[in-house]
């Protein structure tokens, strides 16, 4: 009964900045981390950036810099503005959340991404 919707993919040039947003719905009690990830054609997906509560982040390589990870915690929602996009941030991005449920059992949850390309 949880739901994790992405949102705030789309074409960009290089250089260029998107703002992604994921909102998590349904029987949740608390949400722990929250992060994202993104997967190109024929290649693992990948951790780019997680946040828990407190507001403590962490950030792949690749993205420090010019990817910044928030989050409003009243509207159970993650957010990631990517600044300076690099064609090789081409991917689908998804979000995750390890949510406590009623049964104070946590997992984890996926969204079913949002594709982000960067063109030269």
């Known amino acids: 009964q949880v739901q994790l919707v992405e949102s705030g993919g789309g074409l960009v040039q290089a250089g260029g900045s998107l703002r992604l947003s994921c909102a998590a719905s349904?029987?949740?009690?608390?949400?722990?981390?929250m992060g994202w990830y993104r997967q190109a054609p024929g290649k693992q997906r990948e951790l780019v950036a997680t946040?828990?509560?407190?507001?403590?982040?962490n950030y792949a390589d690749s993205v420090k810099g010019r990817f910044t990870i928030s989050r409003d915690n009243a509207k159970n929602t993650v957010y990631l503005q990517m600044n300076s996009l690099k064609p090789e941030d081409t991917a689908v991005y998804y979000c995750?959340?390890?949510?406590?449920?009623?049964?104070?059992?946590?997992?984890?949850?996926w969204g079913q991404g949002t594709q982000v390309t960067v063109s030269s």
């Open positions: 995750n959340a390890a949510i406590v449920g009623p049964l104070a059992y946590v997992r984890d949850y």
């Open positions: 349904g029987s949740i009690f608390s949400i722990n981390a």
């Open positions: 946040i828990i509560t407190a507001g403590s982040t």
